[in-house]
């Protein structure tokens, strides 16, 4: 079967979402492609926070922030491998993606909360309600379906198509009943297809630390198809080997635990042996080589009551916490003595932590690990302890595109027609992704894409 738009996009994920909105806002018919039965990718099973530097949440709660101040975060945290121009680009947009997602797409944000992720100098992450990706995603697929853009999903983008002159004018793909379909793009083609983190063996290709011994966060969709697709037309790629681990995941399935946001309201990391051993704020590849160093490779989370109340990870995250309670992995003590012991920690050894951790709190000083935020007193009963390892949740590498998100080939030079956004593309986040920043770069670029494939 053939089929005819202006624009088609391969992934139906916050990036995907985003270009086909805007390229439909320009005029365009535009065709939305998802391999899997359902849509949202990472960015549905994220935790939907967005970084952007002067928005509303930030001016009410008085924080002050600059664009060059979030660049300077992003770029260091990426230990200066990500393009400056192109972080910049992401910084000076992200600020007006979120009041799109928020005025135009509706989505709710918390008012009165933001995370400060690891590696970010101020609070600047807006919360969703209901704190996940899903937030987002219900939006965008409602404001897409009145919008009238087509989605096709169970239809797996094969292979670019290209004219005699080296453009891509379409895609082949493979429908629900394993039929041929070509779409044919009359102005253009957006790769919105993710990262790698659910492919093994692309991952060992490209870092053979990351294998099989890794567990993933990532939605099954995420296999690369995008980066292999675009290399087929002889598309360049750049930081590759640069895989990124969440440090804190569910030592059963390798899911993010979104419970152990907690972490970012006080709560800390102790090894078996009852002790601190990191900077509960540190980058997330700092924090998740600090827990595989320590013995078995894993690490309780700990926090209290009044740590708990001011996130409210468990109320929004329920049906992980009751699921985390029913395996063993979590338990809520009345005691310290007895969080102890429902792990095998030594009772004693976790009070001098604890004991510590109050001192430090009250010197308003982390003499340990220097805490950026300041810990936080944990005298006062129940207590939650949570075990976690980490698990591999974003690959930084990519497609390099331009500032028009043009896919760019070994010469440096545009591919025509081939556009691409979000976690697919490379040349954002350098060594490690920062916190916040795949929803931030997702959905700027991802507009971005489809303003520029419409023209
Ligand atoms: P981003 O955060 O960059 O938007 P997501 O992981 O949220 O990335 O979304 C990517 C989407 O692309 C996923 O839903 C995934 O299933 C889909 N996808 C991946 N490969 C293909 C393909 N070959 N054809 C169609 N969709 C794909």
Redesign the pocket.
Known sequence: AEQTFDVVV???????FSAALEAKQAGASVVL????PS?????LISGGEMNAANTWVQKKLGIEDSVDLFVKDTLKGGDDKGDPEMVRVLAENATAAAEWLKDEVKVNFLEDHLFQFGGHSVKRALIPEGHTGAELITKLKKHMDDAGVVLKTN???DKLITDDNGKVVGVEATGASGNTITFHAGKGVVI????FGSNVEMRKQYNPEYDEKYMTTD?P???G??IVMAQGVGAAITNMDSIQTYPVCNPKTGVISLVADSRFDGAILVNQSGERFVEELERRDVISKAILAQDGGYTYQLWNQSIADIGKTIEVHQDEYDMLVKDGLLHKAETLEEAAKFFNIDPKALQATVDRVNQFAKAGKDDDFKHRAGLKDMSQGPYYIQKAVPSVHHTMGGLVINKTTEVLNEKGQPIPGLFAA???TGVIHGKNRLGGN?IAD?ITF?RIAGQQVAK
């Open positions: 391969i992934g139906a994920g916050g990036a995907g492609l998802e391999k899997m849509v949202g990718g990472n960015t239809t797996k983008a919105a297809a993710g990262g939605a969709g995420t296999t198809d995008g979000g976690e697919v795949a997702v991802g």
